[in-house]
Nanobody, 120 residues
Framework: QVTLVESGGDVVQTGGSLKLSCRYSGSLSNIKEMGWYRQAPGKQRELVAK??DGDATVQGRFTISRDKTEKELNLQMMNLKSDDTGTYYC???????????????????WGKGTLVTVSS
């Protein structure tokens, strides 16, 4: 079981920057991917950034990084636009795997989200 708790959502002006954090706990030994989705009002949830190997990666205006010591997944967002408004969800994905005679299904764990509002 993995628990994810997001923080850092705020109201920011267009062109500003914001850092979101996701504290995680539990057993991550079978987690192969972590990242962030966002959901704008009236729209489907969409992938913002993800990380598999390594500690950080830049994806457009966003940098996703992972601090394994602090057990924190961060999302640094730059040059924010009104389209970036939405609730941001942290996730951790476990693919299907086998442990001896036992088989485990794929599982995606989600946080409850943190709200980002970009205003002009």
């Amino acid at each position: 079981q993995v628990t994810l708790v997001e923080s850092g959502g705020d109201v920011v002006q267009t062109g500003g920057s914001l850092k979101l954090s996701c504290r995680y706990s539990g057993s991550l030994s079978n987690i192969k991917e972590m990242g962030w989705y966002r959901q704008a009002p009236g729209k489907q949830r969409e992938l913002v950034a993800k990380i598999t190997d390594g500690d950080a990666t830049v994806q457009g205006r966003f940098t996703i990084s992972r601090d394994k010591t602090e057990k924190e997944l961060n999302l640094q967002m730059m040059n924010l636009k009104s389209d970036d408004t939405g609730t941001y969800y942290c996730y951790a994905r476990q693919p299907p795997y086998k442990d001896g005679p036992l088989s485990y299904d794929a599982v995606t764990y989600w946080g409850k989200g943190t709200l980002v509002t970009v205003s002009s």
